[in-house]
């Protein structure tokens, strides 16, 4: 089967971006698996060069600056306007990715995230290719904890309940917020967790004599992320327990400068390093005692969680979204109330200093729950099937 991987990239490179990427590597690095992926994306921070491997056919495009201007949160008549202004866009892009289909013989269109499903629709029904949507964020209007406007969802939802052959939801978390709101993508929407490559998990640190702890967080600095919280649980562990941890936060995002100064006003700028983006995540994992994921949104999955787990390390992770279907609480890690979520962070620290066969068993059973659940062959495996069904049912 023939299936075209197309995604819109925003801003920055996200969880979703990367799992499209992985997907389509995987694919193409093992032609068992039945798929041959074309990637179609625009080439915002430089992603084919950086994610894609060189086996893997790839198209770029580029989208007008506007298109970035969406807003899920716009109501009727903003979202009017710039459809207007999007109009000429939106006829070329229809008729390029209409020929790009039928020139390469296409049999599925991937379209990763929500951008990208609309975009697809005309284009798929013009070149006869099946449309799957994969679904990376909950579809949740603000009033229901979210970041969408209820036209804007109902939209979506309208267009994925009669234009998608199936949806794939990335937790169960996020398909039964789909269903909830629109029952009838009840039978068309599976979920397929996300997965991380395969890893062969490090030893946990051993530490010098007076070393202190240190703890990890990775993700887009922005503050539903939570890491203000993470700042304040080493706070609290150095002046309460007498613990000292080194804090180092990966990632670029609006809330640098915020977290910096907090940092500061906390009186532990010296142990806390933010070092922006980094492409070598897992050798950070590698050098770290725990993964903090002090998430204060409904994060839709937590691929920051699996990750962590994959390397072997115990995670510390907010009970919110789907995090919950990833992490056992007090096997392979543990789960916080995102509300008090610097107190009860600094007391599960305190536990693992405490007592370090927890944190090695832990450490065992999270890169034994990645390994058997969450790697990219048990996706990929996973939704090849999905296609197969979809190819059956032609």
């Keep these: 089967m023939r299936v075209l991987f197309a995604d819109f990239i925003r801003s920055e490179i996200g969880g979703g971006h990367m799992v499209l990427a992985r997907l389509a590597n995987r694919f193409a690095g093992d032609p068992a698996k039945g798929v041959t992926p074309l990637v179609f994306v625009n080439d915002m921070g430089r992603f084919a060069e950086r994610f894609l491997d060189e086996g893997v056919a790839r198209t770029m495009f580029r989208f007008p600056g506007s298109l970035r201007?969406?807003?899920?949160?716009?109501?009727?008549?903003?979202?009017?306007?710039?459809?207007?202004?999007?109009?000429?866009?939106?006829?070329?892009?229809?008729?390029?990715?209409?020929?790009?289909?039928?020139?390469?013989?296409?049999?599925?269109?991937?379209?990763?995230?929500?951008?990208?499903?609309?975009?697809?629709?005309?284009?798929?029904?013009?070149?006869?290719?099946?449309?799957?949507?994969?679904?990376?964020?909950?579809?949740?209007?603000?009033?229901?904890?979210g970041n969408m406007s209820r036209g804007g969802r109902n939209a979506l939802l309208f267009l994925a309940g009669r234009f998608a052959s199936a949806v794939i939801a990335n937790s169960d978390f996020v398909r039964e917020a789909a269903v909830t709101a629109d029952d009838r993508l009840a039978s068309k929407t599976v979920t397929i967790h996300n997965g991380v490559e395969e890893t062969s998990p490090e030893p946990l640190r051993a530490g010098a004599p007076g070393d202190g702890l240190k703890m990890l967080s990775f993700g887009r600095l922005v503050p539903e992320k939570g890491f203000a919280r993470g700042l304040e649980?080493?706070?609290?562990?150095?002046?309460?327990?007498?613990?000292?941890?080194?804090?180092?936060?990966?990632?670029?995002?609006?809330?640098?400068?915020?977290?910096?100064?907090l940092a500061a006003s906390l009186g532990i700028a010296d142990r806390v390093r933010l070092p922006g983006?980094?492409?070598?995540?897992?050798?950070?994992?590698?050098?770290?005692?725990?993964?903090?994921?002090?998430?204060?949104?409904?994060?839709?999955?937590?691929?920051?969680?699996?990750?962590?787990?994959?390397?072997?390390?115990?995670?510390?992770?907010?009970?919110?979204?789907?995090?919950?279907?990833?992490?056992?609480?007090?096997?392979?890690?543990?789960?916080?109330?995102?509300?008090?979520?610097?107190?009860?962070?600094?007391?599960?620290?305190?536990?693992?200093?405490?007592?370090?066969?927890?944190?090695?068993?832990?450490?065992?059973?999270?890169?034994?729950?990645?390994?058997?659940?969450f790697t990219m062959d048990v996706m990929a495996g996973r939704v090849a099937s999905l296609y197969a069904s979809l190819a059956a049912e032609a």
């Design 69 to 145: 201007k969406v807003d899920r949160r716009s109501g009727p008549l903003a979202a009017a306007v710039l459809l207007a202004r999007l109009t000429p866009f939106l006829v070329s892009f229809t008729i390029r990715l209409t020929r790009l289909c039928v020139r390469e013989r296409i049999d599925l269109i991937h379209a990763n995230g929500m951008t990208m499903l609309a975009l697809a629709v005309l284009p798929s029904l013009l070149s006869r290719a099946k449309l799957v949507f994969h679904m990376h964020d909950a579809l949740l209007t603000e009033e229901e904890g």
């Design 233 to 261: 649980a080493v706070a609290i562990l150095k002046g309460r327990y007498g613990i000292d941890v080194e804090y180092s936060i990966l990632g670029v995002g609006p809330d640098s400068d915020r977290l910096s100064g």
């Design 277 to 373: 983006f980094v492409d070598d995540v897992r050798r950070w994992i590698a050098e770290t005692d725990v993964v903090l994921v002090p998430s204060l949104w409904q994060e839709p999955f937590g691929l920051t969680v699996i990750e962590a787990m994959a390397c072997g390390r115990p995670v510390i992770a907010t009970r919110v979204g789907g995090i919950p279907e990833i992490v056992t609480e007090g096997e392979d890690g543990f789960l916080i109330n995102p509300c008090n979520a610097a107190e009860e962070a600094a007391a599960r620290v305190a536990a693992l200093a405490a007592d370090p066969a927890l944190g090695s068993r832990m450490a065992a059973c999270a890169a034994e729950t990645a390994g058997r659940l």
